[in-house]
Every structure is written in C-alpha cells, then in structure tokens.
C-alpha cells in the first residue's frame, strides 16, 4: 500500500508518468473514452475540477486546520473520547512534525492536484480542445486558470517554500525550485493574466477568478514578500487593495456573523469563496471535529460530531479578547449548552458523564482535556439539521481582509493614524458602544495582549521569550476579526512570533519552522527533491 500511494504521489505531480515508465508496452484501454476522444460541452465544466481541487484543503487532516493548530490560536488536544491518533496533532501543536506527518502529505497532494489539472486545463483551452462559450473571450478562461494556478503556487510557497514548479502535462520528474523562483513565477503570472480577467461580479463568476479575486490574491502575496523574498512589498500590497477598495463592488456585511451563514452565497463582503453544498460539494466539515458528541440535539443534525471534538480555542487566545467585542461570542462556542429547545441542558457522556454540558475557557495545557474545556468554533452556522457536510461557503478572500491589509501597510510605512481609522472602522459593527470599536496608533503599534508562555495545569509557568511583538497590537486585530479563516499561521510568521514565542504546551523549535519539509512519501516517488 505504501508503494501505491508513493507511486500515485508522482502521478498527481507529474501526470502520465505510467506511461512514460511503460513507454515500450502496449497500452490496455479499458474504455471506449479516451483524453482524445472525450469532448466537453462547455469551458466551465472543464474549468470545474480546478475549483473543485479547493474543497479538499480543508477538513482535520490538510491545508485548513494545519493553518490554524500550527498557531497560537487553535490547538487539537487528545480527550477522553480519543484524538491521539498517533501523535499527530499534538506534534503540529508542538512544532515536531516530521515528514510522516499525514497532514503534509494530503496537503502536498491536494495542491499538486490542483496544479495539474490546471495545467491541463490551460492547455485545453489553448489547443481549442475545449468550446469557448459565445460572448466570452478564449484568454480570460485562461487568464482565470493561471490566476488560478498561482493561487495553488501561492500555498505551495507559502506551506513548503522550496517546491517543484511545473507549468506543462509533460512527464518529466520535475526539479525544486527555489522559494523565490515560486514567487516570482506566481507575481508574473498574475500580472499576465489581470488584463484578461472579468471586472464583473456576482452569481455568474461567484467561487471564480475574477479581476478583483486575482489581486486579493496579489495582495495577499506581496502582504508576505519579505517573508518569502526577504524584500517587504508594503507598496505594492496597498495598490492592489486600493483597486479593490477604489472599485466599489464590495462591502462590510451590517452584521459579522451574516458572512459565515450557510446561505453567505450572495454576501457584499465576499470577494473570493470556496462554494460548498451539503449535497453536490462536500468537504466542509468543521462541526465534525469541532463540537462534541451531544451538541448534536442543539442543532437537530443528522449526524453525531466526532466525540468531545478536538479543534478549540487557547486559552491565552481567549484572553486577549475585548468582553464587550461581539465577535467573542460569534466566533466561540462556549458556556452552557442546550438541546435545540433552549431549554434542556446537553449532558456530558465521557469525564464528565451525565452531568451537564458547560464549555470553559482554560485548558490544563495542549495535550490532554477534559470534554468540556475549550470554547469551540461558533463562527461558521450549524443550520438546523445540519448533515456531516456543511453547505456554508468559505470565505478566502473578503472585503475586510482588503481593508485590514491596506491598514497593516499603511501602518507599516508609516501612517499609523490612517491605519487605526480603517481598523476602527472594521471593528464597529462589532461594539454596541461606539467608543469602543475605537482603536488608536498607539494601540496598533504597541505589544500585543497576548500574555505568551508554557502552560502546565492551567498556569504559566516559563514566560520564555518576553520581547516585545512589534506592531503586536496590529497582530490582536487580526486574530479576533480572522479566527478560524486559514490566516493565523502567516500572520504569527509574518509578526515575528511563530518560531519566537510559547504558548499552551509550545515552545520555540528554531526558524526552519517557518515551512513544511516535504512529505517524504514525495521524496521517495521523484529523487530529485529532497
């Protein structure tokens, strides 16, 4: 089975390679349909598996939680109901993976899938293999798979830094590439295909590269340049915020909590999804291995969640929220829970079997709880009988992530005053009084709440690294409008505090953190990567 799974590894990197291993055998076709004789009615279902590649980053095991229990905002603690598995997601929390780490393989795996069959997408189109729709021109179906193809690059470099860069269907075993070589090939990709790309939004091109999805992307890129290149792009981050911004198609929901509905379809702050369905695009899951086995009467669902659930809050997190900041409870399951009356209280069934069901803060430390310490996720609805897959569409991209990276450059370049205005006027939706959602300069560039330190039964008991987190106050912002959005692990690299700082049962594991190493299961399958 291990040499199966090594073998397909290859395949999904470099397609046909069976065939070029086997090039003097003959070829046993066991279907009258080929890739040559197989036509597509239209563009977009080609396009489809390119987007559809995206739903399989997310889930307890790949892209999606790596982000999040790498950080110092989620941890994936073992429980009395199980979630040791080996040890692997401890040592995500712990910073001791190693390149047998499932998460990285299926990570690696579902990028590299999304590549190729953007690659042979891209060469469809250009080959006319592929009907271009009337009205619609042949170069922005394939400017919006290149814009495509960079995004996949994109969280390649930014997951594995050095990495194979291939363009073509050609079997050939690729080479790595340097970070920068990624980096520059996604920039200049992105820059040829934004001429070519729709400026048009809504139902048509929802879940698609646009013009304004492609430079959310861009800007989220340069954001993190000095991460990847060692050069900071503070400039050229906030003119492509400034398109978006200056552009007018976009806009703050009234209501946090109305981006992360199940029907967010048609959201005004959605600049890029991943559509799901509970029906036809499964792979959202978070209730699963979020909440706890009882929860499931608080929502009528029509499954039961994964025991005591894993995926929750630290503490120290926890702590630096604002009591009166709305998004605490938006974003936080916690407290006393209730059957879906809201009367009947939810029971316990493992340590705490039979007596009720109370979320608490403190956890003891990042390795063991008890099945009712942690807030869990409440950001994203649970509808009313709700199914394992949920059908609430993840939002990649949004107005408020535009905004928040316009505020860090300014901030960053020095217009503090400028940024904690944009700040300030993200955070009012969140406050009931108006004085509050008020943010200062002072208070952006200053230390962060975040009280660090290793955690042994509830204490802190090694501050480790005191320093000063500059612009740590910036980093505060970001955590509490973000959780549970993919973006904590980038921004604890890019403030300087993911190979710096402790927190629950972390410590610093040096620098080389900062990536994965890749899988060794791909190093096995290609022996030109290390």
């Known amino acids: 089975m291990k040499s199966i799974k090594q073998y397909l590894l290859a395949l999904a990197i470099v397609p046909g390679i069976l065939s070029a291993c086997n090039s003097d055998l003959d070829e ?98 250009e080959s006319g293999k592929v009907p271009t729709p009337a009205g619609i021109s042949q170069a922005s179906l394939v400017a919006e798979m290149r814009a495509a193809r960079a995004f996949f690059y994109w969280l390649i470099c930014d997951n594995f830094g050095d990495a194979p860069l291939v363009t073509t269907t050609a079997t050939v075993l690729p080479d790595k590439a340097s970070r920068r070589q990624l980096y520059d090939f996604i920039v200049s990709e992105l820059a040829a295909a934004m001429p070519s790309l729709s400026e048009e939004t809504g139902t048509r091109l929802y879940g698609r590269f646009n013009k304004w999805a492609a430079k959310a992307l861009l800007a989220n890129i340069y954001l993190n340049a000095q991460v990847y290149t060692g050069t900071a792009k503070w400039q050229d981050c906030l003119r492509e915020c400034n398109d978006i911004i200056s552009a007018n198609k976009y806009s703050l929901e009234a209501a946090y909590r109305n981006v ?38 608080k929502r009528a669902m029509q499954v039961t969640p994964w025991g005591s659930g894993s995926a929750m809050g630290v503490s120290q997190f926890i702590d630096t929220y604002d009591p009166a900041d709305k998004r605490l409870a938006d974003t936080w399951l916690m407290g006393p829970q209730f059957a879906l009356d809201g009367v009947t209280p939810l029971k316990g069934s493992y340590d705490r079997a039979g007596q009720n069901l109370i979320f608490t803060k403190d956890l003891p430390d990042g390795l063991f709880t008890g099945e009712s310490e942690g807030y869990r996720q409440n950001k994203f609805e649970i509808k009313t009988g709700a199914r394992f897959d949920l059908g609430n569409d993840f939002p990649f991209f949004r107005y408020a992530q535009v905004l928040m990276m316009k505020a860090e450059c300014l901030m960053r370049t020095g217009d503090a005053a400028g940024a904690a205005q944009i700040v300030s006027d993200v955070r009012r939706r969140n406050f009931t009084d108006p004085a509050k959602a008020v943010v200062t300069a002072a208070a952006l560039t200053g230390n962060t709440r975040y009280r660090y330190g290793y955690v042994e039964k509830y204490v802190v008991t090694d501050r480790g690294n005191t320093d000063v987190v500059p612009y740590g106050g910036f980093m505060d912002e970001l955590g509490w409008e973000f959780a549970w959005e993919a973006q904590r692990r980038r921004d604890n690299i890019r403030f300087g505090v993911f190979t710096q700082k402790s927190w629950l049962s972390h410590k610093p594991q040096g620098s080389g953190r900062t990536v994965f190493m890749i899988p060794q299961a791909a190093v096995n399958s290609n022996p030109k990567l290390q």
Not at 88 to 108: A, F, G, V
């Open 260 to 297: 992360f509905v199940t029907q967010n379809d048609h959201s005004p702050e959605i600049v890029f999804a991943i559509p799901f369905d509970e029906n036809r695009g499964g792979g959202f899951f978070v209730d699963m291995f979020s909440w706890h086995a009882a929860l499931r009467d």
């Open 28 to 125: 046993i076709v066991y279907s009258d349909v080929t890739e040559q004789s197989y036509t597509y009615e239209s563009a977009t279902a080609a396009m489809g598996i390119v987007y559809a590649n995206m739903r399989t980053l997310f889930g307890h095991t790949n892209f999606y939680m790596i982000q999040e229990t790498t950080s110092d905002e989620l941890v994936m603690p073992a429980n009395p109901s199980g979630w040791d598995d080996g040890g692997i997601y401890k040592r995500m929390h712990l910073h001791t993976w190693n390149s047998e780490n499932p998460q990285l393989l299926n990570m690696w795996n579902a990028l590299y899938r999304g590549v190729t069959n953007s690659n042979r997408i891209i060469e469809q189109l």
